[in-house]
């Protein structure tokens, strides 16, 4: 009997320190757990500062913003998608994909210097053994539309960009005008963030991540 107690005391005793160890794994677990939360979570608050910065930066510098932004409605753009130049009978481009003319605007500068915004109309295979291509586009109507008269573009150089908006509200979004705005980053941000152009003229980007203070960034206006 006094060896049966010993054996039950002896059990009680093993299963407490089994708890005791498992209690005390779990609390280190769920520790590492939130840390790797915290530091994933990190990762996708810098990947939207990251693209945010990216794309409006983009926008400022190759001119594709545009001045006819709501104040608070993101920034109306034209997203940059490459560029041309003429080769003899027909262009050679390079850039992110090629011209298309269902959604494309044209920047040309012509050998005399004048700069033209067109909206591409059409654009034919051919020249410079196929590797270029004849261009045709339309002047823009105030609207961003082309409504305007036909005009060859030939010569020169031109860059073509895509018309669309970026706006932030949970995350950083992008779409084409006309179209429902696709996300471009994971949806951290929190309410108050935002993108839009202030009565001077700057552009800014506020990331409120949680209760924690904002970031702000801004780029001068043209």
């Known amino acids: ?96 994909r090629a011209p298309d003319p269902a959604r494309d605007s044209v920047w040309w500068i012509s050998p005399f210097g004048e700069e033209r915004v067109l909206a591409l109309k059409d654009r034919e295979a051919g020249g410079c053994a196929g590797a270029g291509y004849r261009w045709t586009g339309q002047t823009e109507g105030a609207s961003g539309d082309g409504d305007g008269a036909d005009v060859s573009i030939a010569w020169g150089v031109v860059r073509y960009f895509e018309s669309g908006r970026l706006r932030v509200d949970d995350a950083v979004r992008y779409g084409r005008l006309g179209l429902p705005a696709q996300p471009l980053t994971p949806a951290v941000l929190t309410s108050g963030s935002r993108l839009q152009r202030l009565e001077n003229g700057v552009i800014e980007f506020q990331a409120w991540f949680g209760d924690g203070p904002p970031v702000v960034r801004r780029w001068p206006g043209g």
């Open 1 to 96: 009997m006094n060896r049966l107690g010993t054996s039950l005391l002896e059990m009680i005793i093993a299963l407490t320190l089994t708890l005791i160890i498992l209690t005390g794994v779990g609390v280190i677990l769920g520790r590492v757990e939130q840390t790797f939360r915290r530091q994933a979570l990190r990762l996708e608050q810098i990947e939207v500062l990251r693209i945010a910065r990216d794309r409006v930066s983009r926008s400022v510098h190759t001119g594709g913003a545009r001045s006819d932004a709501p104040a608070s409605d993101g920034l109306s753009l034209r997203a940059f998608r490459g560029s041309a130049a003429w080769c003899g009978d027909g262009w050679v481009e390079t850039g992110v």
